[in-house]
């Protein structure tokens, strides 16, 4: 059984910062490609961040550059997103994905996690 449950998510302060982790089951982790998307109340889901299988390549939302970095560790089958410099636009739910061999369609999605930043 597929499964992507995320943590870490909550209530900040604008500026302040939140680590997000996505424990990954019932599938090869380490062949998947891997990504974080978000939806704010009465918006489309959004891309946020995406790991390569290794790691070795990220790539971001231009509203979250500089300020989130995602990471993998596949030993622990485990995606995370830091997220730094938080802002009240970054008020979501956070939804960790994975995909296999499509950058647009993903696999599997996790039940997503609250993040609300206040001013």
């Known amino acids: 059984q597929v499964q992507l449950v995320e943590s870490g998510g909550g209530l900040v302060q604008a500026g302040g910062s939140l680590r997000l982790s996505c424990a990954a089951s019932g599938f090869t982790f380490s062949w998947y490609t891997l990504g974080w998307f978000r939806q704010a109340p009465g918006k489309e889901r959004e891309f946020v961040a995406r790991i390569s299988v290794s790691g070795s390549n990220t790539s971001y939302a231009e509203s979250v550059k500089g300020r989130f970095a995602i990471s993998r560790d596949n030993a622990k089958k485990t995606v995370y997103l830091q997220m730094n410099s938080l802002k009240p636009e970054d008020t979501a739910v956070y939804y960790c994905?994975?995909?296999?061999?499509?950058?647009?369609?993903?696999?599997?999605w996790g039940q997503g996690t609250q993040v609300t930043v206040s001013s």
């Open positions: 994905a994975a995909t296999y061999d499509s950058p647009i369609r993903y696999d599997y």
